[in-house]
T-cell receptor, first 113, second 117 residues
Framework: AQSVTQPDIHITVSEGASLELRCNYS??????LFWYVQSPGQGLQLLLK??????LVQGIKGFEAEFKRSQSSFNLRKPSVHWSDAAEYFC???????????FGTGTQLKVEL | DTEVTQTPKHLVMGMTNKKSLKCEQH?????MYWYKQKAKKPPELMFV???????INESVPSRFSPECPNSSLLNLHLHALQPEDSALYLC????????????????FGPGTRLTVT
Protein backbone atom coordinates (compact mmCIF):
# COMPACT_ATOMS: atom_id res chain seq x y z
CA ALA A 1 0.00 0.00 0.00
CA GLN A 2 1.23 3.46 -0.80
CA SER A 3 1.73 6.07 1.91
CA VAL A 4 3.09 9.57 2.31
CA THR A 5 4.75 11.12 5.36
CA GLN A 6 5.20 14.82 5.91
CA PRO A 7 7.27 14.98 9.09
CA ASP A 8 6.75 18.68 9.78
CA ILE A 9 3.27 19.72 10.90
CA HIS A 10 4.19 23.41 11.18
CA ILE A 11 7.04 25.42 9.73
CA THR A 12 7.74 29.13 10.25
CA VAL A 13 10.13 31.05 8.03
CA SER A 14 10.94 34.71 7.58
CA GLU A 15 9.96 36.41 4.37
CA GLY A 16 12.86 36.23 1.93
CA ALA A 17 14.33 33.12 3.55
CA SER A 18 14.64 29.80 1.76
CA LEU A 19 12.16 27.00 2.33
CA GLU A 20 12.27 23.23 2.24
CA LEU A 21 9.24 21.08 3.00
CA ARG A 22 9.88 17.39 3.47
CA CYS A 23 7.95 14.52 1.96
CA ASN A 24 8.69 10.80 2.15
CA TYR A 25 6.70 8.21 0.30
CA SER A 26 6.24 4.48 0.25
CA UNK A 27 5.32 2.98 -3.11
CA UNK A 28 6.17 -0.28 -4.81
CA UNK A 29 6.89 0.96 -8.33
CA UNK A 30 8.05 4.28 -9.74
CA UNK A 31 5.82 6.77 -7.96
CA UNK A 32 3.76 9.57 -9.39
CA LEU A 33 4.33 12.45 -6.98
CA PHE A 34 2.54 15.75 -6.52
CA TRP A 35 2.70 18.84 -4.36
CA TYR A 36 -0.48 20.82 -3.77
CA VAL A 37 -1.01 24.08 -1.89
CA GLN A 38 -4.20 25.11 -0.11
CA SER A 39 -4.95 28.59 1.18
CA PRO A 40 -7.48 28.84 4.04
CA GLY A 41 -10.99 27.91 2.93
CA GLN A 42 -9.86 27.29 -0.64
CA GLY A 43 -9.38 24.31 -2.89
CA LEU A 44 -6.07 22.65 -3.67
CA GLN A 45 -3.80 24.08 -6.33
CA LEU A 46 -1.28 21.86 -8.09
CA LEU A 47 2.26 23.23 -7.66
CA LEU A 48 4.19 20.56 -9.51
CA LYS A 49 4.36 16.88 -10.35
CA UNK A 50 6.93 14.18 -10.97
CA UNK A 51 6.19 11.25 -13.26
CA UNK A 52 9.57 10.32 -14.69
CA UNK A 53 12.71 11.80 -16.22
CA UNK A 54 14.63 14.71 -14.72
CA UNK A 55 14.55 14.36 -10.94
CA LEU A 56 14.44 18.13 -10.39
CA VAL A 57 11.05 19.48 -11.39
CA GLN A 58 9.99 23.07 -11.65
CA GLY A 59 6.54 24.24 -10.69
CA ILE A 60 4.48 27.36 -10.45
CA LYS A 61 5.12 30.29 -8.09
CA GLY A 62 8.87 29.67 -8.06
CA PHE A 63 8.68 26.24 -6.40
CA GLU A 64 10.77 23.24 -7.29
CA ALA A 65 11.03 19.70 -5.96
CA GLU A 66 13.65 17.00 -6.16
CA PHE A 67 12.88 13.30 -6.44
CA LYS A 68 15.41 11.11 -4.65
CA ARG A 69 14.65 7.44 -5.13
CA SER A 70 17.37 6.29 -2.71
CA GLN A 71 15.77 8.32 0.09
CA SER A 72 12.16 7.84 -1.01
CA SER A 73 11.81 11.60 -0.80
CA PHE A 74 10.24 14.39 -2.83
CA ASN A 75 11.07 17.59 -0.97
CA LEU A 76 9.64 20.94 -2.01
CA ARG A 77 11.90 23.99 -2.11
CA LYS A 78 11.72 27.70 -2.76
CA PRO A 79 14.76 29.98 -2.64
CA SER A 80 12.95 33.06 -1.31
CA VAL A 81 9.59 32.87 0.42
CA HIS A 82 6.93 35.56 0.03
CA TRP A 83 4.28 36.37 2.64
CA SER A 84 1.63 35.11 0.19
CA ASP A 85 3.16 31.62 0.36
CA ALA A 86 1.66 31.11 3.82
CA ALA A 87 -0.69 28.14 3.36
CA GLU A 88 -1.08 24.40 3.87
CA TYR A 89 1.08 22.21 1.65
CA PHE A 90 0.18 18.63 0.79
CA CYS A 91 2.43 16.03 -0.77
CA UNK A 92 0.62 13.21 -2.56
CA UNK A 93 1.40 10.00 -4.41
CA UNK A 94 -0.77 8.76 -7.24
CA UNK A 95 -1.07 5.67 -9.37
CA UNK A 96 -3.58 3.86 -7.22
CA UNK A 97 -6.44 2.29 -9.15
CA UNK A 98 -8.94 4.86 -10.32
CA UNK A 99 -6.31 7.58 -10.17
CA UNK A 100 -6.51 7.64 -6.38
CA UNK A 101 -4.28 10.09 -4.57
CA UNK A 102 -2.76 9.29 -1.20
CA PHE A 103 -2.09 12.52 0.66
CA GLY A 104 0.30 13.29 3.44
CA THR A 105 -1.04 14.98 6.55
CA GLY A 106 0.11 18.38 5.35
CA THR A 107 2.56 21.05 6.50
CA GLN A 108 1.27 24.42 7.65
CA LEU A 109 3.63 27.17 6.51
CA LYS A 110 3.69 30.47 8.37
CA VAL A 111 5.69 33.39 6.99
CA GLU A 112 6.96 36.05 9.36
CA LEU A 113 7.31 39.57 7.97
CA ASP B 1 -8.12 26.91 -18.65
CA THR B 2 -7.75 24.58 -15.67
CA GLU B 3 -10.81 25.74 -13.76
CA VAL B 4 -13.23 23.64 -11.79
CA THR B 5 -16.20 25.55 -10.42
CA GLN B 6 -18.37 24.61 -7.45
CA THR B 7 -21.66 25.98 -6.18
CA PRO B 8 -22.68 27.05 -3.66
CA LYS B 9 -19.62 28.35 -1.81
CA HIS B 10 -21.34 27.98 1.54
CA LEU B 11 -24.32 25.87 2.59
CA VAL B 12 -26.08 25.56 5.92
CA MET B 13 -28.66 22.82 6.20
CA GLY B 14 -30.69 21.10 8.86
CA MET B 15 -30.56 17.38 9.42
CA THR B 16 -33.92 16.86 7.66
CA ASN B 17 -33.11 18.97 4.60
CA LYS B 18 -32.29 17.84 1.08
CA LYS B 19 -29.71 19.85 -0.80
CA SER B 20 -27.30 19.41 -3.70
CA LEU B 21 -23.74 20.46 -4.40
CA LYS B 22 -22.74 21.16 -7.98
CA CYS B 23 -19.42 20.93 -9.79
CA GLU B 24 -18.53 21.81 -13.37
CA GLN B 25 -15.45 21.58 -15.55
CA HIS B 26 -14.87 22.47 -19.20
CA UNK B 27 -11.44 20.94 -19.70
CA UNK B 28 -12.77 17.88 -21.50
CA UNK B 29 -11.79 15.70 -18.55
CA UNK B 30 -13.40 12.28 -18.34
CA UNK B 31 -12.86 11.65 -14.64
CA MET B 32 -14.41 13.58 -11.76
CA TYR B 33 -14.11 13.19 -8.01
CA TRP B 34 -15.75 14.17 -4.74
CA TYR B 35 -13.64 14.66 -1.63
CA LYS B 36 -14.50 15.53 1.96
CA GLN B 37 -12.04 17.59 3.96
CA LYS B 38 -12.23 18.25 7.69
CA ALA B 39 -10.27 21.08 9.27
CA LYS B 40 -6.51 20.55 9.48
CA LYS B 41 -6.77 17.24 7.60
CA PRO B 42 -6.01 16.13 4.04
CA PRO B 43 -8.88 15.52 1.63
CA GLU B 44 -10.57 12.11 1.83
CA LEU B 45 -11.81 10.56 -1.38
CA MET B 46 -15.53 9.82 -1.50
CA PHE B 47 -16.41 8.97 -5.13
CA VAL B 48 -14.76 8.62 -8.52
CA UNK B 49 -16.62 8.91 -11.82
CA UNK B 50 -14.98 7.72 -14.99
CA UNK B 51 -16.70 8.37 -18.33
CA UNK B 52 -19.85 9.36 -16.43
CA UNK B 53 -20.02 6.04 -14.60
CA UNK B 54 -19.44 5.60 -10.89
CA UNK B 55 -16.24 3.59 -10.60
CA ILE B 56 -15.25 4.04 -6.96
CA ASN B 57 -17.38 4.53 -3.84
CA GLU B 58 -15.20 4.68 -0.76
CA SER B 59 -17.88 3.16 1.49
CA VAL B 60 -19.66 6.49 1.77
CA PRO B 61 -22.98 6.51 3.70
CA SER B 62 -26.07 6.49 1.50
CA ARG B 63 -27.11 9.92 2.73
CA PHE B 64 -24.56 11.13 0.14
CA SER B 65 -25.71 10.39 -3.40
CA PRO B 66 -23.52 11.35 -6.36
CA GLU B 67 -24.73 11.94 -9.88
CA CYS B 68 -22.92 12.65 -13.13
CA PRO B 69 -25.48 14.01 -15.65
CA ASN B 70 -22.83 14.52 -18.36
CA SER B 71 -19.08 14.65 -18.78
CA SER B 72 -18.86 18.25 -17.53
CA LEU B 73 -21.13 18.11 -14.50
CA LEU B 74 -21.01 16.35 -11.16
CA ASN B 75 -23.59 16.65 -8.41
CA LEU B 76 -23.64 15.48 -4.82
CA HIS B 77 -27.13 15.09 -3.37
CA LEU B 78 -27.38 15.39 0.39
CA HIS B 79 -30.17 14.05 2.59
CA ALA B 80 -30.57 13.50 6.32
CA LEU B 81 -27.03 14.55 7.09
CA GLN B 82 -25.47 14.51 10.54
CA PRO B 83 -23.55 17.35 12.23
CA GLU B 84 -20.33 15.35 11.78
CA ASP B 85 -20.81 15.68 8.02
CA SER B 86 -19.96 19.37 8.31
CA ALA B 87 -16.81 19.85 6.23
CA LEU B 88 -15.35 21.35 3.07
CA TYR B 89 -16.49 19.34 0.05
CA LEU B 90 -14.10 19.45 -2.85
CA CYS B 91 -14.66 18.45 -6.43
CA UNK B 92 -11.78 17.56 -8.73
CA UNK B 93 -11.31 16.42 -12.30
CA UNK B 94 -8.59 14.76 -14.33
CA UNK B 95 -8.05 13.73 -17.92
CA UNK B 96 -8.74 10.08 -17.09
CA UNK B 97 -9.04 7.77 -14.11
CA UNK B 98 -6.65 4.98 -14.99
CA UNK B 99 -7.01 1.56 -13.44
CA UNK B 100 -3.70 0.18 -14.66
CA UNK B 101 -1.45 2.18 -12.34
CA UNK B 102 -0.86 5.36 -14.35
CA UNK B 103 -1.65 8.70 -12.73
CA UNK B 104 -3.13 11.93 -14.01
CA UNK B 105 -2.98 15.21 -12.18
CA UNK B 106 -6.20 16.27 -10.54
CA UNK B 107 -7.52 19.82 -10.65
CA PHE B 108 -9.56 20.94 -7.69
CA GLY B 109 -12.42 23.37 -7.33
CA PRO B 110 -12.64 25.93 -4.50
CA GLY B 111 -14.99 23.75 -2.48
CA THR B 112 -18.34 24.09 -0.75
CA ARG B 113 -18.25 24.78 2.97
CA LEU B 114 -21.11 22.71 4.42
CA THR B 115 -22.50 23.20 7.90
CA VAL B 116 -25.12 20.77 9.21
CA THR B 117 -27.18 22.08 12.14
Amino acid sequence: AQSVTQPDIHITVSEGASLELRCNYSYGATPYLFWYVQSPGQGLQLLLKYFSGDTLVQGIKGFEAEFKRSQSSFNLRKPSVHWSDAAEYFCAVGGGGGNKLTFGTGTQLKVEL
Amino acid sequence: DTEVTQTPKHLVMGMTNKKSLKCEQHMGHRAMYWYKQKAKKPPELMFVYSYEKLSINESVPSRFSPECPNSSLLNLHLHALQPEDSALYLCASSQEADFKGFAYEQYFGPGTRLTVT
